[in-house]
């Protein structure tokens, strides 16, 4: 009688194997995809920051404007330029952006980002308030400039401060920048 069972078990087990075997194959092809196929070659985009020329942007006797920057971009074939606000004038105003982005646009270059230099790691909380207001301001004027990408910093511990504490700082602060 064990004999039969063990054949019977065998032929089981054999059986719900096969069937097993069968669905997981079929499962498996049901799951799969085609790759997606492209209708043409992958292209890279390039874009310059102004940090790059920061050394002809910067200080009182810049050698060049934003304008200037948007236009070498232009003449070297770029199909992007990010404009870093550290280089733009600081009493910015709307009607200086929206001429800078038209003036992007009359040369074939998308605003691909700005970037904005700020410290969410200050200790002081006066100084910590006025680096927020700043990216606020500079995530409107991003948004005047069409860019669709706005870098920011979180910033740095301050000395003697603690990692911990200055990271939820500089979350939340991220965080209200949104």
């Given at each position: 009688?064990?004999?039969?069972?063990?054949?019977?078990?065998?032929?089981?087990?054999?059986?719900?194997?096969?069937i097993s075997a069968q669905f997981a194959a079929t499962h498996n092809e049901?799951?799969?995809?085609?790759?997606?196929?492209?209708?043409?070659?992958?292209?890279?985009?390039?874009?310059?920051?102004?940090?790059?020329?920061?050394?002809?942007?910067?200080?009182?006797?810049?050698?060049?404007?934003?304008?200037?920057?948007?236009?070498?971009?232009?003449?070297?074939?770029?199909?992007?330029?990010?404009?870093?606000?550290?280089?733009?004038?600081?009493?910015?105003?709307?009607?200086?952006?929206?001429?800078?982005?038209?003036?992007?646009?009359?040369?074939?270059?998308?605003?691909?980002?700005?970037?904005?230099?700020?410290?969410?790691?200050?200790?002081?909380?006066?100084?910590?308030?006025?680096?927020?207001?700043?990216?606020?301001?500079?995530?409107?004027?991003?948004?005047?400039?069409?860019?669709?990408?706005?870098?920011?910093?979180?910033?740095?511990?301050?000395?003697?401060?603690?990692?911990?504490?200055?990271?939820?700082?500089?979350?939340?602060?991220?965080?209200?920048?949104?």
């Open positions: 009688m064990s004999e039969t069972l063990g054949r019977r078990g065998f032929l089981s087990a054999g059986i719900a194997a096969a049901a799951r799969a995809i085609e790759p997606i196929e492209r209708n043409g070659q992958a292209k890279f985009k390039y874009s310059l920051a102004a940090y790059s020329y920061r050394g002809l942007l910067q200080g009182k006797a810049a050698e060049l404007t934003m304008h200037d920057f948007v236009s070498d971009c232009a003449r070297m074939g770029l199909e992007g330029t990010e404009l870093t606000s550290y280089y733009f004038p600081a009493d910015v105003t709307p009607e200086y952006l929206r001429d800078l982005k038209r003036h992007c646009f009359r040369l074939g270059l998308d605003v691909s980002g700005t970037a904005v230099g700020n410290d969410f790691g200050h200790a002081d909380p006066q100084k910590l308030r006025e680096q927020i207001e700043h990216v606020k301001h500079w995530v409107d004027n991003a948004a005047i400039l069409g860019a669709p990408v706005i870098r920011i910093f979180a910033g740095h511990v301050p000395k003697g401060g603690s990692a911990d504490d200055t990271h939820r700082q500089m979350v939340a602060a991220i965080d209200e920048c949104c």
